[in-house]
């Protein structure tokens, strides 16, 4: 790459970048061996959505994850690297990958200070894990278990942003076209601006409504679920539903995910794309972890209620849900599993012995956090492994109650309901339990709802919980 003289800041970080990477092609000559590098730069707050819209190609791999109400973003499209998975092996097997390439890294960062501190420059590996380990229906539609390094990684914290490019410099590599191809997709990002996403398309807001058959269908699960837990030791099922449904037109993915932001700010906005026509995605209320900084935070999130239309009713919901012994008796199943299994991989969890509630904006839960310190030998997948799956989306205990959801549920959960997240080079990471969740394939949708059945559950009231939750979803996406 020519010397400019008189060249600008930028120019003079693609041309420090470019000798950086050319040292990194002599090692992979020297050493018959790929390195991957990991190059990060400053750029303006752009929107995590604008920049999938604009910048990611139609039909590559995409994974997105924002959480609107504190401005934190994260969204990655193409891959550098990618290792899929199957067997109850599987997270021990992605702890692996991710060790073995985390640790060959070379890192390269012209980001503020700041954003280098809470790791935001590094490079961060996407994970996707499916329910279960191995799919039960037959051929699966994600597999068990993904990572995904994506080449092209951009992390929005306030009004701050990075975009990190993760390359695999072999001995062929063209160290000229790298850097090319660099300062165009910096250009690009730069021609965005800061300007929102703006959803072309109005929502039809067709009324998403599971048939008569199907509420009798699931009343029945529930009700079967309620005499096996009277024959057996098994404190609580989650059954869910999943309802397909067939839209006039193409589901526009995108304008999908602004709806959720909007409606959700709140909750943690996700879309998993396998690059396959096929889009994960939804707006979970549920945090498995976040680790930052060796400081854990889980949450123990169980127990349902409706929002009220007025501020005195909706404090009336809210007091009740605090008072009734079903909700509270499922909220402390949940808190109980998770202190369990923190203890159980030598972490002290600390956490309030009375629940609050959490609102949002067509439901409010039970909701106790619940925080730790994490030594740097326990693995942020160490966690995600020991956490999956929680009360709060299977039941307890953990293996009955998956047998039962084997038994009574007649569709393949694969990614609802599941860790969905990434690990960073630092050690951060960031999980989510995919729930209040869809499947997207041109104009088919599966939306995916679910209810925790304890004694004492109501059949009916557990189907009008379920309604609630795929109407809700459903307005957002068709």
């Known amino acids: 790459m020519p ?39 400053d750029i303006p707050p752009v929107d995590p959505l604008v920049v999938l819209a604009r910048l990611a190609p139609g039909g ?14 994260v969204v990655g499209f193409g891959a550098a690297l990618v290792y899929e998975t199957a067997g109850v092996r599987r997270f021990a097997q992605a702890r692996r990958f991710i060790e073995q390439w985390r640790s060959k890294t070379h890192r390269y960062s012209e980001a503020g200070p700041a954003l280098a501190l809470s790791g935001a420059d590094g490079a961060r590996f996407f994970c996707a894990f499916t329910f279960f380990a191995d799919s039960p229906h037959g051929e699966a539609t994600f597999p068990a278990a ?81 005499g096996y837990m009277s024959r057996h030791p098994v404190q609580k099922i989650v059954l869910a ?4 449904w067939v839209s006039a037109e193409p589901i526009q993915p995108l304008a999908a995910l602004g709806r959720l932001r909007q409606r959700y700010p709140d909750c943690h906005v996700f879309s998993v794309g396998q690059g396959n026509g096929r889009t994960f995605m939804g707006a979970s209320p549920e945090r498995l972890l ?35 012994p079903k909700e509270r008796g499922e909220h402390r199943l949940v808190v109980e599993f998770l202190a369990r ?10 956490y309030q012995p009375r629940p609050g509630v959490r609102r949002l904006s067509n439901i409010q839960h039970l909701h106790t956090p619940m925080r730790a310190g994490v030594p740097r030998h326990i693995h942020p997948l160490h966690l995600v492994e020991a956490l999956h799956p929680t009360p709060a989306v299977a039941g307890v205990p953990t293996r009955a109650a998956c047998d039962q959801i084997l ?3 007649d569709f393949d959960r694969s990614l609802y309901a599941a860790p969905l997240g990434w690990v960073g080079a630092n050690g951060d990471s960031e999980f989510i339990v995919g729930i209040r969740s869809a499947l997207v394939a041109d104009s088919w949708v599966r939306l995916y709802a679910g209810a925790g059945i304890v004694a004492g559950s109501d059949p009916d009231r557990e189907w009008a919980e379920i309604k609630l939750k795929l109407r809700a979803l459903g307005e957002s996406l068709v």
């Open 241 to 244: 539903h999943a309802l397909d």
């Open 60 to 73: 590559d791999r995409h994974l997105y994850l924002e959480t609107p109400v504190a401005q934190r973003s």
């Open 407 to 409: 038994r009574f549920e």
């Open 290 to 324: 976040s680790l930052t900084q060796g400081q854990l935070i889980t949450d123990a999130l169980a127990g349902s209620a409706p929002r009220g239309r007025v501020p005195s009713q909706d404090d009336c919901l809210a007091q009740e849900l605090l008072h009734n």
């Open 3 to 41: 010397v400019v003289s008189h060249c600008s800041d930028r120019d003079q970080t693609l041309q420090s970048a470019y000798r950086f990477l050319d040292r990194r092609l002599d090692q992979a000559r020297q050493s018959h061996q790929p390195q991957l590098v990991s190059l990060s730069f």
């Open 341 to 350: 299994q923190l203890q159980g991989v030598g972490l002290w969890p600390q």
């Open 146 to 226: 993904t990572v995904v390094l994506p080449q092209w990684q951009l992390v929005r914290q306030g009004q701050q942003s990075v975009l990190t490019l993760n390359y695999l410099v072999t001995a062929t590599s063209d160290v000229g076209a790298i850097i090319d191809g660099l300062a165009e997709q910096l250009r690009a990002v730069e021609r965005l601006g800061t300007a929102p996403w703006r959803d072309p398309l109005p929502a039809t807001r067709l009324p998403v409504q599971p048939a008569p058959e199907a509420g009798q269908r699931f009343r029945a699960a529930v009700n079967r679920a309620l």
